[in-house]
């Protein structure tokens, strides 16, 4: 018994140290396959355009430092809440209201209600793998909640990403606005829908921050390791919420327009729902043109040459992968260069990734690549550079 009790120590040890070797060679599996993701092609690399270098202040003095970087980056996010409305306390302290739960897959997938403004409760889906270790999350934003867990319309495939997270590990909470959606509003309008004073999109963001508090709660997750992902209406969702609050670990753009572009009818942001929102009669949905022109604030933002870029250098140090399709093609890179250039002012590298399908909807390979890459810097844990 003696000699069994002083070998036990020894043996732990070298299971531990198996373990960790084992993780260190799925990690280095998962960089390797990760890794093309996070060079631009040759064609755009370095490539600037006429965005304007979040490396500037307004006043036009250079970011030179890493502390400087800490102001500019303080002047960008109280700029943009200046412009877009300023959002109402976060609620910090709330807890989840289980509904009801069923177990599938391995998972137990409960339905559950809080509040993701102050006055607007939500019910969504939160999926939770067994055992009792803290593991990392994601939360998945779309037009409804059903269609992330597996639960949605057949003709929309590839867009289960919380059930497919949930699958390899992950809690995961699905979100959306399904009254907005059926009614054709899509959005949250803060405080209602005729005086909303924050733009939608912004407080589509803060509806996310609320989420992330009240998933934090949860005794499965660890704080420190959730993400945010979502598609198309979620894909700008998801971008604002990991843009404007930085306790996003980590995220993933799927096709939403990463920048603004006219000439592209999905990279809407005109839309009242998004950045254009004014009292109704609202515009008719669809392209500007002089019969139908944008109004509201995304018009001010375009005229005095404001862009997305500055908001994806929020996401600095933080990683990020642009989900592309349609509306994201590799030259999206000449946008992306400006937080890449971010980044290596701060010291890091291979914090901005895109993949790139013709379609605009996801597909099982674009999919692979965003649960990989949630899996490398969340699930592995990694916070610094490969």
Same mark, same amino acid.
Request: aromatic residues 14%.
């Given at each position: ?14 299971? %531990? ?7 260190? =060679? ?19 690399? +370095? /490539?600037?355009?006429?965005? /304007? ?14 502390? $400087? ?18 959002? !109402? ?18 998972? =137990? ?9 102050? +006055?607007? #409760? ?13 593991? !990392? ?35 995961? *909470? ?7 959606? @059926?009614?054709? =509003?899509?959005?949250?309008? &803060? ?7 924050? #733009? ?12 992330? &508090? ?18 198309? %209406? ?12 930085? @306790? ?19 990279? $809407? ?13 609202? /515009? @008719? ?7 139908? !022109?944008? =109004?509201?604030?995304? !018009? ?34 000449? #946008? *992306? ?5 971010? $980044?290596?002012?701060?010291? &890091? ?21 965003? &649960?990989? %890459? %949630? ?12």
């Amino acid at each position: 018994m003696r000699i069994a009790l002083l070998l036990f120590p020894a043996v732990f040890c070298s299971l %531990f140290l198996s373990g960790q070797d084992n993780l260190k =060679t799925e990690q280095a599996a998962a960089w390797e396959k990760l890794a093309p993701f996070f060079t631009p092609p040759n064609e755009f690399e +370095d /490539r600037y355009g006429t965005y /304007r270098s979040p490396l500037q202040f307004y006043d036009g003095h250079s970011v030179k430092t890493p502390g $400087n970087w800490k102001k500019r980056r303080n002047e960008i996010l109280a700029r943009w809440h200046q412009l877009m409305g300023q959002w !109402p306390p976060l609620l910090e302290e709330q807890e989840m209201k289980v509904i009801d739960s069923v177990r599938r897959d391995g998972f =137990t997938q409960y339905r559950v209600q809080f509040f993701w403004t102050p +006055d607007e #409760a939500t019910e969504g889906y939160l999926l939770v793998p067994g055992g009792k270790e803290k593991r !990392p999350a994601v939360i998945t934003v779309y037009y409804e909640p059903e269609t992330a867990i597996g639960m949605g319309k057949a003709d929309q495939p590839n867009r289960d990403f919380a059930y497919q997270l949930a699958k390899r590990g992950f809690v995961t *909470l699905s979100l959306g606005t399904a009254a907005a959606s @059926k009614a054709q =509003t899509f959005s949250i309008y &803060y405080p209602g829908i005729d005086n909303a004073t924050v #733009a939608p999109l912004s407080m589509l963001a803060c509806a996310a921050a609320n989420a992330w &508090y009240v998933l934090s709660r949860r005794p499965e997750v660890d704080p420190a390791r959730i993400g945010i992902m979502g598609h198309s %209406f979620g894909g700008k969702w998801a971008m604002f919420a990991s843009c404007l609050f930085e @306790k996003f670990a980590c995220a993933v753009w799927s096709d939403p327009g990463i920048v603004f572009d006219e000439s592209r009818r999905d990279v $809407n942001y005109w839309e009242p729902w998004y950045l254009g929102w004014h009292p109704r009669p609202w /515009r @008719k949905r669809g392209m500007i043109t002089e019969q139908n !022109p944008a =109004t509201g604030l995304y !018009p001010r933002l375009v005229e005095e040459g404001y862009n997305l870029q500055e908001l994806h250098a929020l996401m600095a140090p933080r990683p990020f992968l642009v989900s592309g399709g349609a509306e994201d093609t590799p030259k999206r890179w000449v #946008a *992306l260069n400006h937080a890449i250039k971010v $980044n290596s002012l701060l010291g &890091y590298k291979n914090r901005v990734a895109m993949t790139n399908r013709p379609m605009h909807s996801p597909t099982a390979a674009s999919n692979e690549t965003a &649960y990989l %890459f %949630f899996e490398y810097f969340l699930k592995y844990g990694r916070t610094g550079e490969p």
